[in-house]
């Protein structure tokens, strides 16, 4: 679940602009509406805040992921020309969009049905005992936050988690902690399937179209 939306709290910054380059991507953003419809733009703004927020926060001691901080709204309820409360409905409603502060390396843990059943509670305690956090927490260094989310579409390759905008897939307790190890020491895990497992097929190979699966090399 998202952290409490506290628009007064002591971590808000008291101000925010898009910087140059992100300046011209929200340009872009709001240029794909018609003139009476830009307010519209409200989502890819938000995002495009959060995005800029992690990028500064790659850079700060300790550091930080993407969120939203209320300054960053107000800017947007500006440039749209839209009242500052549809803004924070928006960002507050949607849990893609992070509302408080979280770590450079966002998991998100799918807990429902089919990761369930295929053992996301031992994901989840792998994360847990490995970074020494709780679900919601942030660890000191401020490089990992763990969130529990609803079902996140990759049923199939189950277990699974998002960390930031990245799917890890077909996870153990020992891939997890793996990935866990390789982003804290400032590398890229392999993203995806974790056992090598093209796509979505079955975890045995291709069961159908074995020809046309040699042919485009998934086997």
């Avoid at 409360?85 to 507050?92: F, G, L, N, R, T």
């Avoid at 989840?124 to 709780?134: P, Q």
């Amino acid at each position: 679940m998202k952290k409490p939306f506290d628009l007064h709290a002591d971590y808000q910054p008291e101000s925010f602009v898009f910087n140059k380059a992100y300046q011209g991507l929200a340009q872009d953003a709001i240029a794909r509406y018609p003139q009476e419809r830009q307010q519209s733009a409200v989502m890819p703004l938000l995002d495009l805040a959060q995005r800029q927020v992690a990028e500064e926060g790659a850079k700060a001691t300790p550091v930080h992921g993407g969120w939203i901080p209320r300054a960053a709204m107000d800017h947007i309820a500006e440039v749209l020309d839209m009242p500052k409360v549809k803004v924070y409905e928006v960002a507050s409603f949607y849990s893609m969009y992070n509302t408080a502060p979280v770590g450079q390396h966002l998991v998100q843990f799918c807990t429902t049905t089919p990761c369930w059943l295929c053992g996301s509670a031992d994901i989840v305690n792998a994360c847990k005992d490995h970074l020494g956090i709780g679900m919601g927490e942030t660890t000191k260094d401020g490089k990992f936050s763990l969130m529990e989310v609803e079902c996140l579409g990759a049923c199939v390759n189950a277990p699974m988690v998002q960390i930031n905008d990245d799917y890890y897939e077909d996870l153990t307790p020992a891939s997890m902690v793996e990935v866990l190890e390789t982003l804290a020491q400032g590398l890229k895990p392999e993203i995806g399937s974790q056992t090598g497992r093209k796509a979505s097929m079955s975890a045995a190979g291709p069961t159908t179209l074995k020809e046309e699966a040699k042919k485009a090399k998934v086997v």
